[in-house]
């Protein structure tokens, strides 16, 4: 309910803004004209860019654009990470769920500004304020593999950081981007670095590193004579649009960040230094042939295609075909196995595709199957160009083949009519030990900094290969003058779920491969303040028809579970069972773990859960967490009972209120007047409301006026950016940037007697440790005496931060900020976390 709330919420704001989110984000391609022909240009430039950092937002998406639109350029962002430890502007999600978001967020931006996206194993644990500490966490040398492992497969030309490697980078991870950038640079042509990959690639040595500074690092004045200079503001007439124009939409896909961006059309000069290589005068590509010649035998490729672009008719591309297929023929025979003619040709056949006007489409009626399930697979094949002139094309349709594979083959040698939809269903059988979507870095026990993945190949890719893929033959026979060029091209296309939402119109999603049943346990922590028994939903999905076994919780020594054991019976796919179990702690017990759901059907146990992300801006995601929760003993008392809850960007601290006894009351901004406030013990305000709840300018008086009158209110943190009002307290404070990234930092008393230190609960060292990722951020830097501050703590190196938690008496009540990482810790079952903010609820009381 909670995540339909804040989905609805962004749609709505999304409509009415006029920024509808496109329906094709997982559409088949259709290509224009004018792109048809950057494309044919683009196929007669074999040069290749490399750009790195370390975040999903950190690559300049100017230059990106730039460089694959403008230059032509095979053009990638390797990022170290996928922006896991982040906090997400949209909704509750965290972790590996926030990465998944932000994965998907930078494949949205990359379909925008034409570059390819790459990763390494690396993990995003969280702010670090020095490469030194990112390399304790982070393995250098896997991550320095991951960066040579993409490197030696994309070959670039030259390499692009955006960071320098020293603190003016300011995070830790962007410092070490560009250190492992400089290490990857030597090592990717080094035959005796990492030689476990040469099974698959070849070392490759990039011509030069150079670093795309800005006004973030240069100071005021200084002489910049000494840099390149390139021009990425310039205007592409084949795409209608500046570069910055471009950079503006693929930016703003980063909608978890809040990273909305204006276009900036006009001169925009890039600054580049140079770091490693040969150094370059006037270009940063200069030294590098990026023609055809760079390839033994390829020059005849070349002329060929300089013939189809000097012949190509925006108003019939299909007239090109001819002459592409005689590129094909030349293509092929280069040398097998060369980085240019392969990407080259997969190039070659999209453009072959496209000025078909070729469209293939594979699609399900439904979002997942099940392992060992059959399901109907609707291909639709149109040729919608124009056929049997003597400027056109006849198309035939060789085979189909889906992989997994199916038998029958029925569609062998039909010509394809203008304009007539071909449309075959086929029945296909997955194995049953087809494996789960979940995304590959998150199949293998992980650490804090480094996800596991075994598989060399799937290294660096941005998600998983299709579910289930279609592979279409066609024979294609075009006139060129009086003579017939004919060649027979295989396109393979993703199976994927279609349907028709009623405000969105066509959605296209990833066919999903689910478990036959799923176990999803409803909380994040189950948390035990006295011996009272805690009730456990736990809801059975259906991955299939006739879905039946037992569902058993386990728990670990010192805690007890009834019922034992729960029979189910599922008789539809997609069908839902509530089972509701007792635990609690024995009388003796202070020990912790968890509980685990496990579903067994036909001797087989099922222990993950099935959760979907959907956002309008990117395609649905599908993951299956471990069917797991922490079961955690707190010595906690609390005082006051009714909660009222305004939520912000989005967090899970409602749901742990409840787990420790309060009654909490969801409260849309609207809602808040001096009755409905009146009725609760204290008022939460989310993360980030200050940021994104536009009615909170109105609501302000109104809830200072209720702490006036007796009430508490709670502020979690808000980022220094982007506040809706000059001041969110009753009285000045400056936010800032500052925080605490070490989790365990030790923590000092300031003013041991404070009653939000001993009432009800007497808050110790102790309740600061097991905290994770963080202990909190967006302190404020500078605040009024009427706030009185309560602890401190510092990161290494660094002097105290004192305004974690910042209280200030007003009128007859307690306003309160604290930039501790409650959302975090909360949800993570941190006993000391609860009660701490029982003890802020509890103030006056």
């Avoid at 702010?127 to 040398?141: M, N, R, V, Y």
């Avoid at 973030?216 to 200084?222: A, I």
């Avoid at 060929?304 to 297929?325: C, H, M, Q, R, W």
């Avoid at 660096?460 to 279409?472: D, L």
Wanted: hydrophobic content about 40%.
């Amino acid at each position: 309910m909670l995540l339909s709330r804040f989905r609805a919420a962004l749609l709505a704001v999304l409509l009415a803004s006029g920024a509808a989110p496109s329906a094709k984000a997982q559409a088949p391609k259709t290509w224009s004209s004018s792109e048809i022909l950057l494309g044919l240009k683009k196929l007669n430039v074999l040069g290749s860019a490399m750009y790195i950092a370390a975040h999903p937002d950190d690559e300049n998406t100017r230059f990106l654009a730039y460089l694959a639109n403008g230059r032509l350029l095979e053009t990638s962002y390797l990022s170290c990470t996928r922006g896991d430890g982040g906090q997400d502007l949209i909704g509750p999600e965290i972790r590996e769920q926030l990465g998944l978001i932000r994965t998907q967020e930078l494949l949205a931006a990359r379909r925008i500004d034409g570059a390819h996206q790459f990763f390494t194993r690396a993990n995003d644990f969280g702010f670090s304020k020095t490469s030194q500490e990112t390399f304790t966490i982070w393995d250098k040398e896997q991550v320095l593999a991951d960066m040579v492992w993409v490197i030696r497969q994309r070959r670039p030309d030259v390499l692009f950081t955006r960071f320098p490697p020293d603190a003016r980078a300011g995070h830790g991870h962007h410092q070490a981007s560009a250190i492992l950038a400089a290490e990857a640079f030597d090592a990717a042509g080094d035959p005796k670095r990492f030689p476990e990959q040469l099974k698959y690639v070849q070392p490759w040595q990039p011509k030069r590193l150079l670093w795309n500074t800005g006004s973030y690092f240069t100071r005021p004045g200084e002489d910049l004579s000494g840099y390149l200079k390139v021009d990425a503001g310039g205007y592409n007439a084949l795409l209608g649009r500046s570069y910055g124009e471009i950079a503006a939409e693929s930016r703003s896909q980063h909608r978890s960040q809040g990273f909305g961006s204006a276009a900036q059309r006009g001169e925009a000069l890039e600054y580049l230094q140079p770091v490693k290589g040969d150094k370059a005068k006037t270009d940063p590509f200069e030294g590098i042939d990026q023609t055809w010649n760079r390839v033994p035998g390829g020059a005849a490729v070349g002329k060929l295609v300089e013939k189809v672009i000097k012949e190509y008719d925006a108003s019939n591309p299909a007239a090109s075909v001819a002459g592409l297929l005689k590129v094909r023929n030349e293509l092929q025979r280069l040398p097998n196995a060369t980085f240019w003619r392969e990407d080259k040709s997969a190039e070659l056949e999209k453009l072959i595709q496209a000025s078909l006007g070729l469209y293939l489409e594979a699609a399900v009626a439904q979002p997942q199957v099940a392992s060992g399930e059959a399901i109907p697979i609707n291909i639709t094949v149109l040729n919608r160009r124009p056929i049997g002139n003597s400027k056109g094309t006849l198309v035939v349709l060789k085979s189909i083949k889906t992989t997994p594979a199916v038998k029958v083959d029925t569609a062998a040698d039909r010509a394809l009519a203008r304009e007539q939809p071909l449309l075959i269903q086929y029945n296909v059988q997955l194995p049953a030990s087809a494996p789960l979507t979940q995304p590959y870095w998150l199949r293998e026990p992980a650490s804090i900094g480094m996800y596991t993945v075994s598989e060399q190949k799937l290294r660096g890719q941005p998600e998983n290969s299709p579910a289930a893929s279609v592979k279409i033959k066609v024979g294609v026979n075009a006139i060129e003058g009086i003579r017939f060029v004919s060649d027979t091209i295989s396109f393979t296309i993703p199976v994927q779920y279609k349907h028709t939402d009623p405000v969105l119109g066509e959605r296209y999603q990833p066919l999903a491969v689910v478990p036959p049943v799923a176990v999803n346990i409803a909380g994040k922590a189950y948390v035990f303040a006295d011996n009272q028994p805690k009730t456990v939903p736990v809801t059975l999905v259906a991955g299939k028809d006739n879905v039946r076994g037992n569902l058993t919780l386990q728990v670990p020594a010192g805690w007890q579970v009834e019922p034992a054991s729960v029979p189910f019976e599922l008789k539809a796919k997609g069908a839902e069972q509530l089972v509701q179990f007792q635990v609690k702690p024995t009388s003796s017990t202070n020990s912790e773990g968890q509980l685990r759901a496990a579903a067994t059907v036909d001797g087989q146990a099922y222990t993950r859960g099935l959760q979907t992300i959907a956002y309008p801006h990117i395609p649905t995601q599908t993951l299956f967490p471990e069917a797991v929760a922490p079961l955690v003993r707190v010595d906690l008392a609390k005082k006051g009972n009714n909660i009222g809850y305004i939520m912000g960007a989005g967090d899970e601290v409602p749901e742990a209120l409840r787990q420790i006894g309060y009654t909490v009351s969801l409260l849309n901004a609207d809602e808040v007047t001096p009755e409905t406030l009146r009725r609760f013990d204290a008022v939460l305000l989310g993360v980030r409301a200050y940021n994104t709840v536009e009615r909170l300018r109105v609501a302000q008086p109104t809830l200072l006026d209720y702490v006036k009158n007796g009430g508490n209110l709670i502020v979690q943190y808000v980022v220094s950016r982007g506040v809706l009002l000059p001041e969110i307290g009753p009285y000045p404070l400056t936010l800032s940037n500052d925080r605490v990234t070490v989790e365990n930092a030790p923590v000092k008393f300031l003013n041991p007697k404070a009653p939000i230190l001993n009432t009800p609960n007497k808050i110790t060292a102790k309740d600061f440790e097991g905290w994770v990722q963080e202990q909190g951020l967006y302190y404020p830097s500078k605040w009024d005496s009427h706030y009185q501050t309560v602890i401190s703590s510092h990161d290494p190196g660094e002097t105290d931060k004192e305004s974690a938690i910042l209280v200030a008496d007003y009128g007859k009540g307690h306003y309160i900020y604290t930039g501790l990482s409650l959302f975090r810790e909360l949800p993570a079952g941190v006993p000391g976390a609860y009660r701490i903010l029982a003890n802020m609820i509890s103030l006056g009381k």
